[in-house]
């Protein structure tokens, strides 16, 4: 079992910055891969960044250059640094782990970008 708890939402303006945070418990040593997906209201659930066990890193095209995926192993904490934020990033964030037999999400945090 894998638990994941998401902080660091909130309401910003546009341009603005926000990082979001997950904390990891369980049996975490085996994930492959971590990732932040985003559902915006009305709207499927969208992947917007991942890291895996190596480090290696992917971002949805909308967010390159300004959002940044990031883990501290010593904390067990997934990061997303996101930077210029626009209106259009408006979603519930959630963070995700993922191993074959493990598919595990957090409850989510808001994010709301004002124009």
């Known amino acids: 079992q894998v638990q994941l708890v998401e902080s660091g939402g909130g309401l910003v303006q546009a341009g603005g910055s926000l990082r979001l945070s997950c904390a990891a418990s369980?049996?975490?040593?085996?994930?492959?891969?971590w990732g932040w997906y985003r559902q915006a209201p009305g709207k499927q659930r969208e992947l917007v960044a991942t890291?895996?066990?190596?480090?290696?890193?992917n971002y949805v095209d909308s967010v390159k250059g300004r959002f940044t995926i990031s883990r501290d192993n010593a904390k067990n904490t997934i990061y997303l640094q996101m930077t210029s934020l626009k209106p259009e990033d408006t979603a519930v964030y959630y963070c995700?782990?993922?191993?074959?037999?493990?598919?595990?999400w957090g409850q989510g945090t808001q994010v709301t970008v004002s124009s």
């Open positions: 995700n782990a993922y191993r074959p037999g493990i598919n595990a």
């Open positions: 369980g049996i975490i040593f085996s994930i492959n891969q």
């Open positions: 890291i895996t066990s190596r480090g290696s890193t």
